[in-house]
């Protein structure tokens, strides 16, 4: 796939978010059935008592039904390529899916995406498709897409659930440190929820991730690798979701503000090393969906433990380390 699909694949989060005054912040198709502004402040409350468990599975839900759009899209513009429909037809079956899909998501789903997350997907298909120079490399479109319906969703959840619109008296939205921390599981987990440095943290130097050459997909590679570790850290079944994700999205920002700003942290150092490494191995996880926790976990597991400390510990002597 292409660089510029890529690029506005990774953009798509940011294109359909609104920054009207008057919406809602996010492309959410108008439900029928919440009428009542109330309903929404009740729908949003319950869903911010909803475990990690069961969340992933709303998530991941919408974005299922998401790839099904995408593959009935892709269709349509193949057949248009190879002229066994016209442009005018596809462009009519275009516009009513971008219609009819977020319309029939709303009788499931009570916060389904809206028509402009459609037409900003439809754009991106049919240039994948339509201007192809090369043959079609369906599945991993469809991948890239599903992933991007993932990464939006967590999104709009996050904004939605924190919303000043949908909290009623002040309520307090997350859980204090000190309840967080006694939802935390027996799993060992390699990132600690609140960092102090210690003696074996040394001081990294500011502009790391411009030294290394850490690359969009390097971060993106990355976030997924915290995101997971994070989650792992709590109980699936009973943390909500709202808490895990907050605790997350901190760590991210931290590692972020690390890789620009330097510091004393040796897990990020050892999290931005390894991802260096395998991205080096990989010319920048080329033809890798780095969103994709099991395919890192596997490309990780698969690797030499004594290649990796071998060529792993030229990279994290940048660090200082």
Known sequence: MNINLKIALLALPICILSTS???????????????DPSLETTFVSKLRNTSIEDMDKLIEGECRQYRDYVYLSIQNWDLAKFKHKSLDEA??????????????????YTF???????????????????????PLKQKELIDDM?????????????ILLTSD???????????????????????????????????????????????????????????????????????????????????????QLSFDK?????????NFAVIASSVKYQSLQTENFKNIEVRNVQTLEKLFENTSKDTLEEKFKGILKSFNY
């Open 91 to 108: 462009e009519n079956y275009s516009q009513r899916l971008t219609v009819q899909i977020p319309y029939q998501q709303s009788n499931q």
């Open 258 to 266: 690390f890789m620009k700003e330097g510091g004393r942290n040796k």
């Open 21 to 35: 005054s008057q919406s809602r912040i996010f492309d959410i198709y108008p439900n029928p059935h919440l009428t």
């Open 165 to 251: 619109r949908y909290i009623v008296n002040n309520q307090k939205i997350f859980l204090t440190e000190n309840e967080l921390s006694q939802k935390l599981s027996s799993n060992k987990s390699f990132l600690e929820l609140k960092h102090t440095p210690s003696e074996k943290d040394k001081i990294t130097p500011s502009n790391i991730g411009k030294k290394i050459n850490f690359s969009e997909k390097d971060l993106l590679a990355a976030t997924t690798l915290i995101n997971d570790d994070i989650k792992n850290h709590f109980t699936l079944s009973t943390t909500r979701w709202i808490d895990y994700k907050k605790a997350s999205i901190d760590m």
């Open 112 to 134: 389904p995406f809206g028509i402009r997350t459609y037409i900003e997907s439809e754009k991106i298909l049919k240039n994948s498709v339509l201007n192809r120079t090369e």
């Open 146 to 158: 599903y992933y991007t319906c993932i990464q939006m969703n967590n999104q709009k959840y996050f």
